[in-house]
T-cell receptor
Framework: NAGVMQNPRHLVRRRGQEARLRCSPM?????VYWYRQLPEEGLKFMVY????????ESGMPKERFSAEFPKEGPSILRIQQVVRGDSAAYFC????????????FGSGTRLTVV | AQRVTQPEKLLSVFKGAPVELKCNYS??????LFWYVQYSRQRLQLLLR??SRESIKGFTADLNKGETSFHLKKPFAQEEDSAMYYC??????????????FGKGTLLTVNP
């Protein structure tokens, strides 16, 4: 079992470009969570998805950010028109059920906006 | 509102010394508390959770509801314990406890 796979590991984007971050959950896990870690901060919840559904997006910025978890394929966190303040580490976690007990985290994607 | 405070950004001890990483929380209900660890260049891993009352790699943590604390302790630190440690809280929201609130982390360095 390869665990939660995130790619790319590092992503550099110029201001105004789009960033796409991918997360493949562990085998057998159908719940995916995205967290963001700004410099010098703890991880902050962004969004919780199940297959084809957004369950809780209370932590997502209102503009430019979107997430999906299609029936087939990885979950995607999409940031449009990136700005310097989007530079952060983005972590994905997955679980078998709707609970924080069974979280498994990925290695994260470090986004740098130049 | 949920909040987790880790007052120490950095903590440095010598090998064999006791270590205590502090964590205080704020939550109106009954929280579930966790400690996560991130070794250099590795992913975030669950170290322990209060409900299991377990000891992992010699670490223990006791939930003190009166002081709203969940400090992580180890009597004899080892060099391989050097890592970033995050305290996290999960509270019930809409009947589920899927969301974690993290502290800012404490970087532990164990010197030889």
């Amino acid at each position: 079992n390869a665990g939660v796979m995130q790619n790319p590991r590092h992503l550099v984007r110029r201001r105004g470009q789009e960033a796409r971050l991918r997360c493949s959950p562990m085998k057998g896990h159908s719940h995916v969570y995205w967290y963001r870690q700004l410099p010098e901060e703890g991880l902050k919840f962004m969004v919780y998805l199940q297959k084809e559904n957004i369950i809780d997006e209370s932590g997502m910025p209102k503009e430019r950010f979107s997430a999906e978890f299609p029936k087939e394929g990885p979950s995607i966190l999409r940031i449009q028109q990136v700005v310097r303040g989007d530079s952060a580490a983005y972590f994905c976690a997955s679980s078998r059920d709707r609970s924080s007990y069974g979280y498994t985290f990925g290695s994260g994607t470090r986004l740098t906006v130049v | 509102a949920q909040r987790v405070t880790q007052p120490e950004k950095l903590l440095s001890v010598f090998k064999g010394a006791p270590v205590e990483l502090k964590c205080n929380y704020s939550y109106s209900g009954s929280p579930e508390l966790f400690w996560y660890v991130q070794y250099s260049r590795q992913r975030l891993q669950l170290l322990l959770r209060h409900i299991s009352r377990e000891s992992i790699k010699g670490f223990t943590a006791d939930l003190n509801k009166g002081e709203t604390s969940f400090h992580l302790k180890k009597p004899f630190a080892q060099e391989e314990d050097s890592a970033m440690y995050y305290c996290a809280l999960s509270g019930y929201s809409g009947g589920s406890n899927y969301k974690l609130t993290f502290g800012k982390g404490t970087l532990l360095t164990v010197n030889p």
